[in-house]
């Protein structure tokens, strides 16, 4: 698939130590973006800088914790000081961790709040005024299939992905006339860490779950289709992208 060149523009990325993260800075690197990758695991993001940099690319790495609304703003002006713009921001950084209401621990609920939600708010609130004064840029969010479909034993996460799904709407709504385009990507079941931070059980039960599915998606998958939405021609608004595995039901 032939895609416009980002070629001049940067993008700053949360959640870039891996998965999905990971895969989005390469791709846009290889498009021609320069590349704020952003997470708490340095060395991770050190490695993926040299990676992107070694291809010919242009990447910086930065340490930040989505949750901490200082620390996003830190990013987002860091991005911009040190790349000389912020184009392009991919709301990437979230926790998946599920299990039943009842008998919660209710820590695990503030973590996925901190990082799936405000972790969102925040490096939105701070890109926005950067993206205005520059004439327009792009915010991708990433959601989930589990904010348009809940489940019993994902209450929470449901709770959090329904909720970047209709922020990124209305902020769509808002955007519009400083010339931002919003979209949401809400990928299905990718295999990627995620799942590897929930208790043995609920993992037990993700395994099921990937068996009857067969094939499951890939974060280079998502990072196509991030890309495609991000190297759109301007008067394009790709709003909402719900990708799943063939298998997934």
Same mark, same amino acid.
């Given at each position: 698939?032939?895609?416009?060149?980002?070629?001049?523009? %940067?993008?700053?990325?949360?959640? !870039?130590?891996?998965?999905?993260?990971?895969?989005?800075? #390469?791709?846009?690197?290889?498009? /021609?973006?320069?590349?704020?990758?952003? !997470? =708490?695991?340095?060395?991770?993001?050190?490695?993926?800088?040299?990676?992107?940099?070694?291809?010919?690319?242009?990447?910086?790495? *930065?340490?930040?914790?989505?949750?901490?609304?200082?620390?996003?703003?830190?990013?987002?002006?860091?991005?911009?000081?040190?790349?000389?713009?912020?184009?392009?921001?991919? +709301? +990437?950084?979230?926790?998946?961790?599920?299990?039943?209401?009842? /008998?919660?621990?209710?820590?695990?609920?503030?973590?996925?709040?901190? !990082? +799936?939600?405000?972790? &969102?708010?925040?490096?939105?609130?701070?890109?926005?005024?950067?993206? =205005?004064?520059?004439?327009?840029?792009?915010?991708?969010?990433?959601?989930?299939?589990?904010? #348009?479909?809940?489940? !019993?034993?994902?209450?929470?996460?449901?709770?959090?992905? $329904?909720? %970047?799904?209709? $922020?990124?709407?209305? *902020? #769509?709504?808002?955007?519009? +006339?400083?010339?931002?385009?919003?979209?949401?990507?809400?990928?299905? $079941?990718?295999?990627?860490?995620?799942?590897?931070?929930?208790?043995?059980?609920?993992?037990?039960?993700?395994?099921? &779950?990937?068996?009857?599915?067969?094939?499951?998606?890939?974060?280079?998958?998502?990072?196509?289709?991030?890309?495609?939405?991000?190297?759109?021609?301007?008067?394009?608004?790709?709003?909402?992208?719900?990708?799943?595995?063939?298998?997934?039901?």
């Amino acid at each position: 698939m032939r895609h416009n060149s980002l070629e001049g523009r %940067v993008a700053a990325i949360t959640g !870039a130590s891996s998965g999905i993260g990971a895969a989005t800075a #390469r791709a846009l690197a290889e498009a /021609g973006a320069a590349v704020a990758v952003g !997470a =708490r695991r340095t060395d991770r993001l050190e490695e993926l800088v040299s990676e992107i940099e070694g291809d010919g690319g242009r990447a910086v790495a *930065l340490s930040v914790d989505v949750s901490d609304e200082q620390a996003a703003r830190k990013f987002a002006a860091d991005t911009k000081e040190q790349l000389g713009g912020l184009d392009i921001l991919v +709301n +990437n950084a979230g926790v998946m961790l599920l299990g039943p209401v009842e /008998g919660a621990d209710t820590d695990q609920w503030r973590q996925m709040i901190d !990082a +799936n939600v405000y972790g &969102v708010l925040y490096c939105t609130h701070a890109v926005l005024p950067i993206m =205005r004064e520059a004439g327009g840029g792009h915010i991708v969010n990433v959601s989930s299939v589990a904010g #348009r479909v809940a489940g !019993a034993g994902t209450a929470v996460y449901n709770l959090t992905k $329904f909720g %970047v799904t209709a $922020f990124s709407e209305a *902020l #769509r709504q808002e955007a519009l +006339n400083s010339r931002v385009r919003v979209t949401a990507i809400e990928p299905g $079941f990718v295999e990627t860490e995620l799942q590897g931070h929930n208790t043995e059980d609920v993992q037990k039960g993700i395994s099921s &779950v990937m068996e009857k599915i067969g094939d499951v998606l890939q974060p280079e998958d998502i990072a196509e289709a991030i890309l495609y939405a991000v190297s759109q021609p301007e008067r394009v608004g790709i709003n909402e992208v719900l990708v799943r595995p063939l298998g997934q039901k």
